[in-house]
Nanobody, 121 residues
């Protein structure tokens, strides 16, 4: 499975955008999928994850209530809906896939190249 992120760009503070994660190779439907982000000069941090069948999600405290992760098996995609964006959400966002969901990036086997999200104030 080779995750591929799309979406992102420049968004005004308070605005919304949606990131998509798809895959070439094996389908995402049998994998847990997670989103991580890395801000300039900082480590890569967990953002959100969804288990393989979509019935269990997890969010970092910093995004809880603003971001939403969901699987669409019909389109073999996982979406990260980001609302009420803040300048501190500016980062490169990475999609990852694994057999099980985790907040530890070391537990994720497959990674995308990342997509930039910039929130302007």
């Amino acid at each position: 499975v080779f995750p591929l992120e799309t979406g992102g760009g420049v968004v005004q503070a308070g605005g919304s955008t949606r990131l998509s994660c798809t895959s070439s190779g094996r389908a995402l439907e049998t994998y847990a999928v997670g989103w991580f982000r890395q801000a300039p000069g900082k480590e890569r941090d967990f953002v959100a994850s969804v288990n393989w069948n979509g019935d269990n999600t997890d969010y970092a405290d910093s995004v809880k209530g603003r971001f939403s992760i969901a699987k669409n098996d019909a389109k073999d995609a996982v979406y990260l809906q980001m609302n009420n964006l803040k300048p501190e959400d500016t980062a490169i966002y990475y999609c990852a896939a694994a057999w099980g969901a985790s907040r530890d990036e070391g537990d994720w086997a497959y990674w995308g190249q990342g997509t930039q999200v910039t929130v302007s104030s």
